[in-house]
Nanobody, 126 residues
Framework: QVQLVESGGGLVQAGGSLRLSCAAS????????MGWFRQAPGKERDFVAA????????FYADSVKGRFTISRDNAKNTLYLQMNSLKPEDTAVYYC???????????????????WGQGTQVTVSS
């Protein structure tokens, strides 16, 4: 199985940028489709973005489209989330997740993913 560790979170002003990383160990990242989710206090864990094994297909929640970019470097076993034009409503704990299925479907659902990281806090001040 794969272990996932997120990093790169922090406190940023509205309009600023952050880049989150998700480092994989145990198995190579190229075995998995990957996703980013976020969870604000008292709310459900929501889909943010997903990327296919090769990186050839990407998907985004409407709320982040045009501002966030998901990418992966399989050679470095690392997933990324570049977040620009951050808003206070982006404040949440961000999680990366791995899907070992052959075909990437239902990528917005948490139940699709088999492995999760521990999360990294992103706080956007107004």
């Amino acid at each position: 199985q794969v272990q996932l560790v997120e990093s790169g979170g922090g406190l940023v002003q509205a309009g600023g940028s952050l880049r989150l990383s998700c480092a994989a160990s145990g198995r190579t990242l190229s075995n998995y489709h990957m996703g980013w989710f976020r969870q604000a206090p008292g709310k459900e864990r929501d889909f943010v973005a997903a990327i296919s094994r090769s990186g050839g297909s990407t998907f985004y929640a409407d709320s982040v489209k045009g501002r966030f970019t998901i990418s992966r470097d399989n050679a470095k076993n690392t997933l990324y989330l570049q977040m620009n034009s951050l808003k206070p409503e982006d404040t949440a704990v961000y999680y990366c997740a791995a899907d070992q299925a052959r075909i990437l479907v239902s990528y917005t659902r948490t139940a699709t993913y088999d492995y999760w990281g521990q999360g990294t806090q992103v706080t956007v001040s107004s």
